[in-house]
């Protein structure tokens, strides 16, 4: 069992940076596929980022390509999202999660087995 705990959201301007952390309990982190999710007032959640066990493969949703960065630090039993030049439409509640079993489907939300309680994140105009 993995417990989740999201921290780093946080009310910005247009074009500023915040870097989300996602704390994981247990031993057993670096076992996990993990992912960032958001959810905006009346939308479905979606995929903004995955990252594998190792780090080494890496998706991106289209909209934040170029600007957020997906990392994780199996040591720490961390992962961080770095985001940059942040829009007004990046604002939603921003969700890490975790996915075990041998194969990964990184932007299926159904698929990943924990999740944290969620950050808010508000860019204004």
């Known amino acids: 069992q993995v417990q989740l705990v999201e921290s780093g959201g946080g009310l910005l301007q247009a074009g500023g940076s915040l870097r989300l952390s996602c704390a994981a309990s247990?031993?057993?982190?670096?076992?996990?596929?993990m992912g960032w999710f958001r959810q905006a007032p009346g939308k479905e959640r979606e995929f903004v980022a995955g990252?594998?066990?190792?780090?080494?493969?890496?998706y991106y949703a289209d909209s934040v390509k170029g600007r957020f960065t997906i990392s994780r630090d199996n040591a720490k039993n961390t992962m961080y999202l770095q985001m940059n030049s942040l829009k007004p439409e990046d604002t939603a509640v921003y969700y890490c999660?975790?996915?075990?079993?041998?194969?990964?489907?990184?932007?299926?939300?159904?698929?990943?087995?924990?999740w944290g309680q969620g950050t808010q994140v508000t860019v204004s105009s």
């Open positions: 247990g031993r057993t982190f670096s076992s996990y596929a």
């Open positions: 990252i594998n066990w190792s780090g080494r493969t890496i």
């Open positions: 999660a975790a996915q075990g079993g041998s194969s990964w489907s990184p932007k299926g939300v159904e698929k990943y087995n924990y």
